[in-house]
């Protein structure tokens, strides 16, 4: 069966430091990948998105990227954070019916 | 394009007590509909999902949804809640599954909470 697990389940961070989340899935291969982030109090926002290897596709311009350096592995990058990076990050893979499978989730605090 | 409207933000039930959570969407093209739940700092779970066929859908947890084309809403029910049911729940919709990988529409969420 297909499992997705990211790390670090929680991190604070100061301002301007770099940031980096990770995403792996099991079980599956050539999955697209997706990273979500809900602020607080907020609905979901779809960041980036990733139909293959080295393929990205940005939804909103900010401070984050992504990369994607194997079939499995999606990462989630800062080089310098602000405060409002601070929230509840989420990879997710997409399934053969159109559904999402998330990952447990990572929050990051800003300080 | 698509989009979805979750009408309730907050909706507090006693326990035991049947509830309604309600979705609705708006596209031009037929659609897949699903919820997920998603308890306090946990990732987002599948509940149920329409692709096609029956309009009752069943899901886990003793939910159901059901799909009305008409008025175009996926209103998710339950005929008895438990306290832990307390939870987010998300009501999203997808496009054909052609095209796109960026095609999943997220509604803002409903909040649940299951009074004793």
């Known amino acids: 069966s297909q499992t997705i697990h990211q790390w670090p389940a929680t991190l604070v961070q100061p301002v301007g430091s770099p940031l980096s989340l990770e995403c792996t899935v099991e079980g599956t291969s050539n999955p697209n990948l997706y990273w979500y982030r809900q602020a607080a109090g907020r609905g979901l926002q779809l960041l980036f998105y990733s139909v293959g290897i080295g393929q990205i596709s940005s939804e909103v311009p900010q401070n984050l990227s992504a990369s994607r350096p194997q079939d499995r592995q999606f990462i989630l990058s800062s080089k310098k954070l602000l405060l409002s990076d601070s929230g509840f990050y989420l990879c997710a893979w997409k399934g053969n019916t159109g559904e999402l499978f998330f990952g447990e989730g990572s929050r990051l605090t800003v300080l | 394009a698509q989009s979805v409207t979750q009408l309730d933000s907050q909706v507090p039930v006693f326990e035991e007590a049947p509830v309604e959570l309600r979705c609705n969407y708006s596209s031009s093209v037929s659609v897949y509909l699903f919820w997920y739940v998603q308890y306090p700092n946990q990732g987002l779970q599948l509940l149920l999902k329409?692709?096609?066929?029956?309009?009752l859908v069943k899901g886990i947890n003793g939910f159901e949804a059901e799909f009305n084309k008409s008025q175009t809403s996926f209103h998710l029910r339950k005929p008895s809640v438990h306290i832990s049911d307390t939870a987010e729940y998300f009501c999203?919709?997808?496009?054909?599954?052609?095209?796109?990988?960026?095609?999943?529409?997220f509604g803002s969420g409903t909040q649940l909470t299951v009074l004793p």
């Open positions: 999203a919709v997808s496009g054909p599954l052609s095209g796109s990988a960026r095609q999943l529409t």
């Open positions: 329409y692709l096609s066929g029956s309009t």
